[in-house]
C-alpha cells in the first residue's frame, strides 16, 4: 500500500493533507488509517 510506504520513510510529516499528497489517496483515506499505520509502524512510540 502506498500510505504505508509514504508514511514509513517520512514519519515526521502528520498533515493528513500533505500525507494524502504524498501517498497518492484522498484525504479522507488519510485521515482513516493514520492511527493505525503508525500504530503498525511504530512511529512516536518512546520505549
Known amino acids: 500500500m502506498q ?3 509514504y508514511m ?3 514519519p515526521d510529516v502528520t498533515s ?3 500525507i494524502a499528497r504524498g501517498a497518492g489517496v ?3 483515506t488519510a ?3 493514520y ?3 503508525r500504530g503498525i509502524l511504530g512511529v512516536g512510540n518512546l520505549k
Open 3 to 5: 500510505f504505508g510506504t
Open 8 to 10: 514509513k520513510f517520512h
Open 16 to 18: 493528513f493533507r500533505a
Open 26 to 28: 484522498t484525504r479522507h
Open 31 to 33: 485521515a482513516k488509517w
Open 35 to 37: 492511527e493505525m499505520m
